[in-house]
């Protein structure tokens, strides 16, 4: 997995070719300008970057001065996003659809991994999907060959196939789904069609989008899988999908709560939540939320999200699921429901909660299987049970390992720190040993 670039100070250093020590010594030649000292060292950078850290208003200045942002963007946006070389989202319209499927494209192929848009622009974002009402589809693109419907048939055959494929098996057949989007972009480029097969075209860009960025979300490469996630909120746009729409809003608010960022999160769902009708949709949503409402300590917004997700969850809707969605299932429920109750304290009530929803999970879900596992794991940990949390860790571990799941190996990573202490416990030491030779 290629080395994430977690902090937008750190992509506007690789943007110019400076190393933490750079960026130190031109602070120090902008404050002898000015008469000062800036007191600023690698250390002081790298706390910066790793958000232990932040600083002060004297410093942002000098931070200004060095790469050249005014000084009046600091007060506007606010640390760190007033920082260069932050994306902004494309409008949504269908003059921009093909731009960001061509981006989102370059941006899977690319080695920088930068962790992903930032809080404005998602907030801007997901304002706009959820008070912009669709633009009617033109009746046929440029171009000189119209877009043959069986192909289109084809298309959305092999691709519903790839991405319903286990997930053992995605990875080796992403290279496929990648292969799908580039055609689907070609003939929104360059096609002929009418408003329907326009229309068909744009939903199936949106699912392979989906796909793809779910597959570099796993990996790691979050600048990627919100570059996919951005085409597919454009052509659900275009193609009139609300429902899609709001998948596609909670994706991301998946991801900024992954990335720490539960507030983030909180504001994609509301959006989200406001934008979808079916039952199932609304308890994914209200169930993400709540961890979010969890992760920030506010108990009474997370009880309530989670009980209107199990509300809407025992709801018998006349029509199926959306795709995005038609996975959510008491099991998950039940495990979020555990991992929110493990956030607020309530570590044996979330146990009972999890060992209730892993019994629930189908075995073709292995990847949800794998990060439920760790989520187990936590709890064990906080009731000092090691022998049952090394257990499900090393289950979790080998599992990610089988199907490649490198999101599944960086909880494991993270839960390493709660075994050292107990490494005279049978196996711990081994299990360390085994991460840190990854």
């Known amino acids: 997995m290629d080395d994430p670039i977690r902090h937008p100070l750190a992509y506007a250093r690789e943007l110019r070719g400076w190393s933490q020590s750079d ?23 790298s706390r910066w970057e790793n958000g232990r850290k932040k600083p002060g208003p004297d410093s942002q200045v000098l931070i200004a001065e060095a790469f050249g942002v005014p000084v009046k963007e600091l007060e506007l946006c606010g640390w760190p996003d007033w920082l260069p070389g932050r994306d902004l989202p494309m409008p949504l319209g269908t003059a921009h659809t093909v731009h960001v499927l061509r981006d989102a494209q370059k941006a ?35 171009g000189r060959t ?41 003939l929104i480029d360059g096609g002929r069609c009418t408003e329907r097969t326009g229309r068909r075209l744009h939903t199936l860009a949106a699912a392979l989008s989906t796909t793809c960025g779910w597959y570099r979300f796993d990996q790691g490469k979050h600048y990627a899988a919100g570059k996919l996630w951005t085409a597919a909120l454009h052509s659900s746009h275009i193609a009139g999908d609300r429902d899609f729409g709001a998948g596609v809003l909670s994706d991301f608010a998946y991801q900024s709560n992954w990335l720490g960022k539960p507030d983030v999160s909180v504001d994609q769902l509301g959006h989200a939540i406001s934008g979808t009708r079916h039952p199932t949709a609304r308890s994914l949503l209200f169930v993400r939320r709540a961890r979010a409402y969890a992760a920030l300590g506010r108990r009474t917004d997370c009880y309530r999200d989670l009980s209107s997700a199990e509300t809407e969850l025992s709801v018998r809707a006349t029509d199926p699921a959306p795709g995005w969605c038609a996975w959510m299932s008491p099991a998950d429920l039940a495990v979020d429901s555990g991992q929110c109750l493990l956030d607020l304290g309530r570590a044996e009530e979330a146990r009972t909660k999890m060992t209730e929803g892993m019994a629930l999970l189908p075995k073709v879900r292995d990847k949800t299987r794998g990060i439920f596992l760790t989520y187990q794991a936590k709890g064990f940990l906080r009731s000092n049970d090691i022998e049952q949390a090394l257990a499900v860790t090393t289950e979790s571990l080998d599992l990610a390992t089988r199907i490649g799941a490198e999101r599944c190996v960086t909880l494991v990573r993270e839960l390493a720190p709660a075994f050292k202490p107990y490494r005279q416990v049978e196996g711990v030491a081994d299990f360390i040993d085994r991460l840190r030779s990854r």
């Open 23 to 45: 960026l130190a010594a031109q602070l120090d030649r902008v404050a002898r300008r000015h008469g000062l000292r800036s007191g600023t060292d690698k250390t002081a950078v």
């Open 146 to 186: 119209a877009v043959d419907t069986e192909l289109i048939d084809w298309l959305e055959g092999t691709s519903a196939k790839l991405t319903a494929l286990p997930t053992e098996q995605r990875q080796h057949t992403i290279k496929l789904a990648d292969a799908h989007l580039a055609t689907v972009t070609d």
């Open 108 to 142: 899977a192929m690319d080695r920088r991994s930068f962790m992903t848009y930032s809080a404005a622009a998602l907030a801007g974002l997901a304002a706009q999907w959820a008070t912009i009402e669709t633009d009617r589809l033109t009746a046929a693109l440029s």
